[in-house]
């Protein structure tokens, strides 16, 4: 079966949205379902009701969630209403329910919603003025804004949504919690904080250098680089200078609190040799062993000596080898498989 596709419709209520502002929704609901799209909004009329309508003028569904759980609260022109009962916890829901979003003028619920959508990397269009926000907080790969943004423009705007959906690859790890803190800092000056769209340049630099792409290949679009933009991918600071990234993720049995390492990676040549690799390491160990988890483990490439110089140097440990255990550029090789107990780092 043929999945529908849909898009969520973020937007102000009536009295928070201006006549030429509806208009713009109505117009833009009427492309979406030419095009094929449902409409997925909060339905509470405004810039819901307008996208509704002109979407189901030319056929297509819409969906509306409600705050609450009342039927009745749906406006004119929806297709299916689910009342939720989570007022305003309904826009988790509302941020990964469709394949892009349309982020239209609004107040601070709209606020709240492009925050969300913005911080888990969701494809975004926002139309209009968003007083709220700084130009900064909308620098994200997924993110495109347009100011002045007129109806007759439909059909453009969404061929840029649409630019951005193909463009995304979104991160596996989310949604899910962080296993250690953000904002680290050790005595030598090497610290640990959540990855941010401002780190786009950062990623772009690691994966434009011929000796990452050799152990770790991947095209350094904006699309797919900002899947690094997730809970557990930690860059690596020396001084407040973001010179690398450290990316990990968790066993999902409850009786195995082991902490993968999935990269650790310093960016520009000049920085490696340093140990700044080793430091941040041992940075992130430490938080993963204060937070009550025993073991860390890591499968670098059996020939990556380099990395397996920087994990021993932490107290890594080599326990056995496994055989073709990646695939790349085709080809399968094997990976070490080394772990580290919190008695190891102590050692060191």
């Not at 419709?9 to 929704?25: I, T």
Request: hydrophobic share 40%; glycine share 10%; charged share 25%.
């Amino acid at each position: 079966m043929t999945r529908r596709r849909a898009i969520a419709v973020l937007g102000g209520r009536p009295g928070n949205a201006g006549a030429d502002v509806l208009l713009l929704a109505e117009m833009i609901g009427e492309e979406l379902a030419k095009r094929g799209y449902g409409v997925v909004s909060g339905g509470e009329g405004g810039v819901a009701a307008a996208t509704n309508k002109g979407c189901q003028a030319v056929g297509g569904d819409t969906l509306a969630l409600l705050k609450w759980n009342r039927l009745s609260d749906a406006e004119e022109g929806t297709t299916w209403a689910l009342p939720t009962s989570m007022d305003l916890a309904r826009s988790n829901i509302l941020n990964w329910c469709g394949d892009g979003m349309i982020a239209f003028e609004g107040r601070y619920g709209t606020l709240t919603e492009i925050g969300l959508a913005l911080d888990t990397g969701r494809p975004l269009l926002v139309l209009g003025d968003h007083p709220f926000l700084t130009p900064e907080a909308f620098e994200a790969p997924t993110c495109r804004v347009v100011p002045n943004p007129r109806p007759e423009d439909a059909a453009e705007l969404v061929d840029l949504l649409e630019k951005l959906i193909e463009a995304s690859e979104q991160a596996s790890v989310r949604p899910g919690a962080a296993v250690v803190e953000d904002d680290q800092l050790d005595e030598s000056g090497i610290g640990l904080r959540r990855a941010i769209p401002g780190d786009l340049e950062l990623f772009r630099r690691t994966f434009g250098d011929a000796d990452v792409l050799a152990w770790r290949a991947l095209e350094p679009t904006d699309g797919v680089l900002s899947r690094f933009q997730h809970e557990r991918c930690l860059v690596v600071l020396e001084r407040n200078r973001p010179v690398g990234f450290l990316e990990y993720r968790t066993a999902t049995d409850p009786d195995f609190e082991r902490i993968e390492i999935e990269a650790v990676v310093v960016s520009d040549p000049a920085d490696r040799g340093r140990s700044i690799g080793t430091r941040a390491l041992k940075l992130f160990a430490g938080s993963v062993f204060a937070a009550g988890r025993h073991r860390v483990t890591a499968a670098p490439n059996a020939d990556n000596g380099a990395a397996v110089r920087c994990l021993e140097k932490a107290g890594f440990q080599q326990v056995g080898q496994m055989r073709s255990y990646e695939r790349h550029h085709g080809a399968w090789r094997d990976a070490l498989l080394m772990d580290l107990l919190p008695s190891d780092l102590a050692d060191r």
